[in-house]
Structures are given as structure tokens and as C-alpha cells.
């Protein structure tokens, strides 16, 4: 009886009975790297993985975070591989995102964000991490707060923007995660060490999809 009264309702408000959401339990409780970890490939989806990302990181530098490169050239955004080549990391400069010491987004952050959009259209597909960083100037506690709001500010933007969140996870860093080789002794290197990372990280689905032996995303 209960499912035949949730179909009526569902008739009723337009939303297929059968279309359940993705389900991300348990993914919330874990951190950075137990979300880097939390979705092992098998090596021959692996490999159709690893094309599908390789492609994807080089559709990103070619295009949107191109022309961003080119309008904050001295500010350059970067695409990184993880996990053999499973991972896509973008960094994007914390300047570009906020004035200094502000938790509120600068009115021209969009341009810096809005390609990221698509990455949470399909839930599942992806698992995207926001993992904000801070410079050492000021006690731990100041910027484990400032990594936070910033963060939660990031986070709110996508919510905003009307995008699917349940694959989306924010992650604040503080000044405890510097920039391999980059100390903290020079204007220039504080600058590279306040930044955001995006991790595009393989969902349930991106698997789901490679064991059938192809891979559809953006056809949204």
C-alpha cells in the first residue's frame, strides 16, 4: 500500500517513483583521503578510466581554464594528475577567488568556478573535493577558520547555482598543507600556497560505466 500511495504522489508532484537519487552515505564522514581511497578501480576500468580523465583534463586546459590563463596570467590555474592518472586536481589561486583576509567571494569568482558546474550535473560520476589552503601568516586557529568560511563560501556558490551537492565535499586545509617545495619565506610563495584544489574524482557510476566498457558524460 505505501508504494502504491508514494507512486500516486509522485505522479501528483512529477517525479518518477523509480528514480531514486544517488546514495551517498557514508561518504560525507570521510576525509580528503578517505574519499581519495574510498572508490578502488579494477585495473581494466582503470584503464578506460584514465583515457576518459586524460581527455577531460586536456578538454579543461584547452578550453575554460585557457582563457581564464589568459586573462590572469601572472594568477595561472593548473590541472594535476592523482592516483596514476584516476585523479584530476585543479588548483586554482585563492586571489581569484577572494580579496585578501575575506570569506566573501569576490564578484568575478564565478568566471573561476562555473566550469566546474558540469562535474555534479550527473551525480555520482563524479566525486568533487574542495580543499581550501591558507598561507602560515597567522595562528593555525585563524586559518583553519579563514579555510573554512572560505570553503563553505565555495560550497554555497555551487548550492546556489542550483547544483546537485551530494557528491560535492568541502574540505578546509588551513596552513598545514603547503605546496610541495614551496615554503612559506617569500611574498611569492605565501601567494601559491593560498589556493582551492578541486579533486574530480571517479564516483560509483564512472565505474559503473566503465565496466560496461564506455563512458557518457556531458550530454546533459
Avoid at 517513483?17 to 544517488?22: H, Q
Avoid at 576500468?45 to 579543461?60: D, M, N, P, W, Y
Amino acid at each position: 500500500m505505501k508504494k502504491i500511495w508514494a507512486l500516486i504522489f509522485s505522479i501528483i508532484i512529477g517525479i518518477p517513483a523509480f528514480c531514486a537519487e544517488p546514495d551517498n552515505t557514508g561518504l560525507d564522514e570521510l576525509d580528503k583521503n578517505g574519499l581519495l581511497l574510498a572508490n578502488p578501480l579494477p585495473e581494466k576500468e582503470a584503464v578506460l578510466i584514465r583515457k576518459f580523465q586524460e581527455k577531460e583534463g586536456t578538454s579543461l586546459l584547452n578550453g575554460d581554464i585557457k582563457k581564464l590563463n589568459q586573462r590572469y596570467r601572472h594568477e595561472p590555474i593548473t590541472v594535476e594528475k592523482l592516483r596514476g592518472g584516476e585523479v584530476l586536481v585543479v588548483t586554482i589561486p585563492a586571489s581569484l577567488l577572494f580579496t585578501p583576509n575575506d570569506t566573501l567571494l569576490r564578484d568575478n569568482a564565478w568566471r573561476a568556478l562555473a566550469p566546474f558546474k558540469r562535474f555534479l550535473r550527473d551525480p555520482d560520476m563524479y566525486w568533487v573535493i574542495l580543499d581550501m589552503h591558507s598561507d602560515n601568516t597567522g595562528n593555525t586557529a585563524y586559518t583553519d577558520q579563514l579555510t573554512l568560511e572560505r570553503v563553505t563560501s565555495v560550497f554555497d556558490w555551487f548550492m546556489n547555482q542550483g547544483c546537485n551537492t551530494n557528491f560535492l565535499f568541502p574540505t578546509a586545509s588551513g596552513s598545514w598543507d603547503p605546496l610541495p617545495g614551496v615554503d612559506n619565506l617569500s611574498m611569492k610563495n605565501r601567494a601559491r600556497n593560498r589556493r582551492l584544489e578541486i579533486y574530480l574524482v571517479p564516483g560509483r557510476k564512472m565505474l559503473d560505466e566503465a565496466k560496461k566498457g564506455r563512458i557518457i558524460f556531458g550530454k546533459q
